[in-house]
Nanobody, 126 residues
Framework: QVQLVESGGGLVQAGGSLRLSCAAS????????MGWFRQAPGKERDFVAA????????YYADSVKGQFTISRDNAKNTVYLQMNSLIPEDTAVYYC???????????????????WGQGTQVTVSS
């Protein structure tokens, strides 16, 4: 069984930065892709970024391109999300997720992810 544990969320002023981490554990952890999603109150869970676990290719939502960076440390089974120039609209619960196989365009859809973390709150004050 795979477990994902996020950390690094918190309260930050607009213009600030945060780095989220997601540590994975479990004997069966061998992802195809790892991703980050976010969900604001009353809204759907939206794709933020994803990374190919082996090749390192990265994918971003248009709204965060140039602002967020996803990376991974395979040896530590950890994926990161560096968030810069944060704005109040980035306020949400951020979730780490993983895919155990290739799902094509399902990369961008939460229903195509097999594992989920519990989420970490990010609040950006104006």
């Amino acid at each position: 069984q795979v477990q994902l544990v996020e950390s690094g969320g918190g309260l930050v002023q607009a213009g600030g930065s945060l780095r989220l981490s997601c540590a994975a554990s479990g004997r069966t952890f061998s992802p195809y892709n790892m991703g980050w999603f976010r969900q604001a109150p009353g809204k759907e869970r939206d794709f933020v970024a994803a990374i190919d676990w082996i090749a390192g290719s990265t994918y971003y939502a248009d709204s965060v391109k140039g602002q967020f960076t996803i990376s991974r440390d395979n040896a530590k089974n950890t994926v990161y999300l560096q968030m810069n120039s944060l704005i109040p609209e980035d306020t949400a619960v951020y979730y780490c997720a993983g895919q155990r196989r290739y799902y094509g365009s399902g990369l961008y859809r939460p229903t195509y992810y097999d594992w989920w973390g519990q989420g970490t709150q990010v609040t950006v004050s104006s």
